[in-house]
């Protein structure tokens, strides 16, 4: 059975807050009034300008507004040590920078999983062959009535690509369960190309990594796999498992699916423009691939992640641009293993019917 993809056309709309409408209009269901509606976003790392504009948010704000709902824009912290959304306070710090205010969006601002990033409710994952034992999604993301995943499709140097299924698994989840899926692609020290220059000891902010013996050794206990040793060093002596961008795949596929037991997600809808060779954590992000494709809208994450791998393959990518999936490509992965999981765990199809808005 196939899935209704919502698609608006940036190439066949001439006023974008009434596309926007019929969209929301299309491909929300009925909302009970009063309920309290999380809008989950990536706000941008402080210095990246690719992440989705405030308008876009805003305009979902204020539909949910008109049905008598009560909506939050959420984010959740991060895992990586270096950047600024690592707390409550740098979150909202960064949001505001980045132009999410609570009076540009018309609603509140949320930190999903306090201000440690550790406040969530424990999922356990029973799924056949689960490399995940359980995880814990963000609270007030859990608690919310119901959810609307708003995800900017680009790359991702580990997943390949990053749209709702990320979304879900990493930008729902508190920080030790990114942590969890982080550490399914590992790390690995080739000491045949280290030279002992201890950039790795330094760059590490958990004392994950000693030096012994002339050599650095990871502590696994005290590691986060956040991958701050391996950009730090220039010789390319840490990596991840020769498999590790599959492992990280699966591992997102299986939290998702984690997430997806506990959360009422209303519609998952994915922004297929300023499409980057990175992710929104990066700043900059890397050099776009092609054109503003669009906007999808759908209640599947998995037929919603495929119509815009799609779309991408068919669009006119920039000079040099691998194809097809350039995504995967440019970042030496399968882009679809994250998706493939998903549709086997359940949760969703690869089989959907593009509507155009």
Same mark, same amino acid.
């Given at each position: 059975?196939?899935?209704? /993809?919502?698609?608006?056309?940036?190439? #066949?709309?001439?006023?974008?807050?009434?596309?926007?409408?019929?969209?929301?209009? *299309?491909?929300?269901?009925?909302? $009970?009034?009063?309920?309290?509606?999380?809008?989950? /976003?990536?706000?941008?790392?402080?210095?990246?300008?690719?992440?989705?504009?405030?308008?876009?948010?805003?305009?979902?704000?204020?539909?949910?507004?008109?049905?008598?709902? %009560?909506?939050? +824009?959420?984010?959740?912290?991060?895992?990586?040590?270096?950047?600024?959304? #690592?707390?409550?306070?740098?979150?909202?710090?960064?949001?505001?920078?980045?132009?999410?205010?609570?009076?540009?969006?018309?609603?509140?601002?949320?930190?999903?999983?306090?201000?440690?990033?550790?406040?969530?409710?424990?999922?356990?994952?029973?799924?056949?062959?689960?490399?995940?034992?359980?995880?814990? +999604?963000?609270?007030?993301?859990? $608690?919310?009535?119901? /959810?609307?995943? +708003?995800?900017?499709?680009?790359?991702?140097?580990?997943?390949?690509?990053?749209?709702? &299924? !990320?979304?879900?698994?990493?930008?729902?989840?508190?920080?030790?369960?990114? *942590?969890?899926?982080?550490?399914?692609?590992?790390?690995?020290?080739?000491?045949?190309?280290?030279?002992?220059?201890?950039?790795? &000891?330094?760059?590490?902010?958990?004392?994950?990594?000693?030096?012994?013996?002339?050599?650095?050794?990871?502590?696994?206990?005290?590691?986060?796999?956040?991958?701050?040793?391996?950009?730090?060093?220039?010789?390319?002596?840490?990596?991840?498992? !020769?498999?590790?961008? $599959?492992?990280?795949?699966?591992?997102?596929?299986? +939290?998702?699916?984690?997430?997806?037991?506990?959360?009422?997600?209303?519609?998952?809808?994915?922004?297929?423009?300023?499409?980057?060779?990175?992710?929104?954590?990066?700043?900059?992000?890397?050099?776009?691939?092609?054109?503003?494709?669009?906007?999808?809208?759908? %209640?599947?994450?998995?037929?919603?992640?495929?119509?815009?791998?799609?779309?991408?393959?068919?669009?006119?990518?920039?000079?040099?641009?691998?194809?097809?999936?350039?995504?995967? *490509?440019?970042?030496?992965?399968?882009?679809?293993?994250?998706?493939?999981?998903?549709?086997?765990?359940?949760?969703?199809?690869?089989?959907?019917?593009?509507?155009?808005?």
């Amino acid at each position: 059975m196939e899935s209704s /993809v919502y698609f608006l056309d940036f190439n #066949r709309i001439s006023n974008t807050i009434k596309a926007m409408d019929k969209l929301l209009e *299309k491909s929300i269901s009925y909302i $009970e009034p009063g309920s309290s509606i999380a809008i989950k /976003v990536h706000i941008g790392e402080r210095g990246n300008f690719t992440y989705i504009r405030p308008f876009f948010i805003r305009k979902i704000v204020d539909y949910l507004k008109q049905q008598k709902a %009560k909506p939050f +824009v959420t984010e959740t912290t991060v895992l990586y040590p270096t950047g600024y959304r #690592r707390n409550e306070e740098e979150i909202i710090e960064t949001a505001r920078y980045n132009g999410f205010t609570e009076e540009g969006l018309g609603c509140p601002i949320v930190v999903a999983d306090g201000n440690d990033g550790e406040d969530g409710i424990e999922v356990i994952s029973d799924f056949p062959n689960s490399p995940i034992k359980s995880i814990k +999604v963000a609270r007030k993301i859990a $608690e919310a009535n119901g /959810v609307i995943i +708003v995800s900017h499709v680009k790359g991702h140097v580990f997943s390949g690509f990053g749209g709702a &299924i !990320k979304n879900l698994a990493m930008g729902c989840t508190t920080r030790s369960s990114k *942590k969890i899926q982080h550490a399914a692609h590992g790390i690995v020290f080739n000491y045949e190309k280290c030279n002992s220059c201890g950039k790795c &000891i330094e760059a590490c902010v958990f004392s994950a990594i000693e030096m012994i013996d002339n050599r650095p050794v990871r502590n696994e206990n005290k590691c986060m796999y956040c991958g701050n040793c391996i950009f730090s060093c220039e010789n390319n002596a840490i990596d991840i498992f !020769k498999d590790g961008k $599959e492992r990280f795949q699966i591992a997102l596929a299986y +939290v998702a699916a984690c997430v997806l037991k506990i959360i009422k997600p209303l519609v998952f809808i994915n922004f297929l423009m300023d499409i980057t060779t990175l992710c929104d954590c990066c700043a900059p992000a890397g050099n776009i691939i092609t054109h503003h494709i669009g906007i999808l809208a759908s %209640k599947d994450p998995v037929a919603i992640d495929e119509a815009s791998l799609d779309l991408i393959d068919n669009s006119p990518l920039l000079p040099g641009i691998p194809y097809p999936d350039p995504l995967g *490509k440019l970042n030496g992965t399968d882009s679809r293993i994250q998706i493939k999981y998903l549709e086997k765990l359940g949760m969703g199809t690869r089989k959907y019917r593009l509507i155009y808005i």
